[in-house]
C-alpha cells in the first residue's frame, strides 16, 4: 500500500501540473505567437474605406432603396478601420484590442458576454483555426467573424466577414496591419 502510494503521488504531481499550466498545451510554432504584439493598419484609409464601402453595397444591393440605404448607414458605422490592433496572450487567454474594444476570452474556449463599443450586449470567442486566430462576435441581429493571421513577422491580414438574417449577402473585406511593437 505505501509502495503504491509512493508512485500515485508523482503521478498525481505530474497531472496537477499539466492543468495548472495550460499553455503547455500551445504548441512552440503556435499561430497565436506570432499574431501578439501591436499593429498599425498599413493602407491608405480612403482605399480601405472604398474597399468596405464596395463590400457593404454587394451585400445590401438586392434590398431595395430604402431598406439597403438603411442597412448601408448601419454597416458604415459598425466597419471603421481600426489605426491600431492589439494582441496579446497569457497562458490559455487572449486579449484582442481594436476599434475602441478590448475583448478577452479563453483561447478555444466558450463565450464570454461583453459590451461593444456602441453599447450592446454581445458573445465573444476566441478559437484557434490552422493559421488563424478566430474572433467570432454574435449580437441579437448578426454575427462577425475576424480572421487574424501573419504571413510574415511584421505583418498582420484582418479578414473579415459580417453576416445578417437581414442581409441577402454577407459582408466581407480583408485589411492588411504592420508591426509596431
Known amino acids: 500500500m505505501i509502495?503504491?502510494?509512493h508512485?500515485?503521488?508523482?503521478?498525481?504531481?505530474?497531472?496537477v501540473v499539466a492543468v495548472a499550466n495550460p499553455e503547455r498545451g500551445l504548441a512552440e510554432g503556435s499561430p497565436i505567437r506570432a499574431l501578439v504584439g501591436t499593429f498599425?493598419?498599413?493602407g491608405s484609409s480612403e482605399r480601405g474605406r472604398i474597399m468596405i464601402d464596395r463590400a457593404i453595397e454587394l451585400a445590401t444591393e438586392e434590398m431595395g432603396f430604402l431598406r439597403e440605404s438603411i442597412a448601408s448607414d448601419r454597416l458604415q458605422e459598425k466597419t471603421a478601420i481600426a489605426p491600431r490592433i492589439v494582441i496579446a496572450q497569457e497562458?490559455?487567454?487572449?486579449?484582442?484590442?481594436?476599434?475602441?474594444?478590448?475583448y478577452r476570452s479563453r483561447i478555444n474556449g466558450g463565450?464570454?458576454?461583453?459590451?461593444?463599443?456602441?453599447?450592446?450586449?454581445i458573445s465573444v470567442r476566441h478559437r484557434i483555426r490552422g493559421d488563424?486566430?478566430?474572433?467570432?462576435?454574435?449580437?441579437?441581429?448578426?454575427?462577425?467573424v475576424n480572421l487574424f493571421t501573419a504571413?510574415?513577422?511584421?505583418?498582420l491580414n484582418l479578414d473579415v466577414v459580417i453576416s445578417s438574417p437581414h442581409l441577402p449577402e454577407d459582408v466581407r473585406y480583408d485589411l492588411t496591419y504592420r508591426r509596431v511593437e
Open 3 to 5: 509502495r503504491s502510494l
Open 7 to 15: 508512485l500515485a503521488i508523482p503521478m498525481i504531481a505530474v497531472l
Open 40 to 42: 498599425a493598419y498599413a
Open 91 to 102: 497562458k490559455n487567454m487572449v486579449t484582442v484590442e481594436f476599434q475602441g474594444a478590448t
Open 111 to 121: 463565450w464570454v458576454t461583453a459590451t461593444s463599443p456602441g453599447g450592446e450586449s
Open 132 to 144: 488563424k486566430l478566430v474572433q467570432d462576435i454574435r449580437t441579437k441581429k448578426g454575427r462577425r
Open 151 to 155: 504571413p510574415g513577422k511584421d505583418r
